[in-house]
T-cell receptor, first 110, second 115 residues
Framework: QKEVEQNSGPLSVPEGAIASLNCTYS??????FFWYRQYSGKSPELIMS??SNGDKEDGRFTAQLNKASQYVSLLIRDSQPSDSATYLC??????????WGAGTKLIIKP | DVKVTQSSRYLVKRTGEKVFLECVQD?????MFWYRQDPGLGLRLIYF???????EKGDIPEGYSVSREKKERFSLILESASTNQTSMYLC??????????????FGNGTRLTVT
């Protein structure tokens, strides 16, 4: 059973600090990795995608991928109250199926 | 921007009714998906489709069927609604990609309540 694991949280971070969200996956041949943000009662929206080892930055967001250790993380710099949401990690495995983590609830405290 | 439109934001149906959930995308995506999302259970794939008139079962297809007569439209059908099908239903679409690097784009969701 291919799995994607995330700490369910809630993760509480002060406003202005760096929020660090982590995700581990079990399928060694996974190729594509995605971070989605989901506000309560809304649908998931894509924040970042990453395909190669290393860091990928987009504004205040940085995705980090380490295939050898089978983890992917999302850093949010200068956290804002509007970043409070559930963050979903999704991993596309060798069979092209997308496996979803259960999500980490992030709370940014003013 | 990709737009995925689900026909209803909220639906209330009675047990035993046949329920149709409609989804339309405007970006000529080959792939379309139906998920349901429940607290504590995350996103679970019901059915997906890689082409017109083509469908594949996901992880929880029981009690559901789908129809894809046109590329842009993917319908989810609850043949005889039951209370355990009360959930948030999410439609998504993506490009067909040999490298598997195409993300999913979601509609706004339909919150279905079966009484």
């Amino acid at each position: 059973q291919k799995e994607v694991e995330q700490n369910s949280g809630p993760l509480s971070v002060p406003e202005g600090a760096i929020a660090s969200l982590n995700c581990t996956y079990s399928d060694r041949v996974s190729q594509s990795f995605f971070w989605y943000r989901q506000y309560s009662g809304k649908s998931p929206e894509l924040i970042m995608s990453i395909y190669s080892n290393g860091d990928k930055e987009d504004g205040r967001f940085t995705a980090q991928l380490n295939k050898a250790s089978q983890y992917v993380s999302l850093l949010i710099r200068d956290s804002q109250p509007s970043d409070s949401a559930t963050y979903l990690c999704a991993v596309r495995g060798g069979n092209y199926q997308l496996i979803w983590g259960a999500g980490t609830k992030l709370i940014i405290k003013p | 921007d990709v737009k995925v439109t689900q026909s209803s934001r909220y639906l209330v149906k009675r047990t035993g009714e046949k329920v149709f959930l409609e989804c339309v995308q405007d970006m000529d995506h080959e792939n379309m998906f139906w998920y349901r999302q429940d607290p504590g259970l995350g996103l679970r794939l019901i059915y997906f489709s890689y082409d017109v008139k083509m469908k594949e079962k996901g992880d929880i297809p029981e009690g559901y069927s789908v129809s894809r007569e046109k590329k842009e439209r993917f319908s989810l059908i609850l043949e005889s609604a039951s209370t355990n099908q009360t959930s948030m239903y999410l439609c998504a679409s993506s490009l067909l990609s040999d490298r598997g690097n195409s993300p999913l784009h979601f509609g706004n969701g339909t919150r279905l309540t079966v009484t």
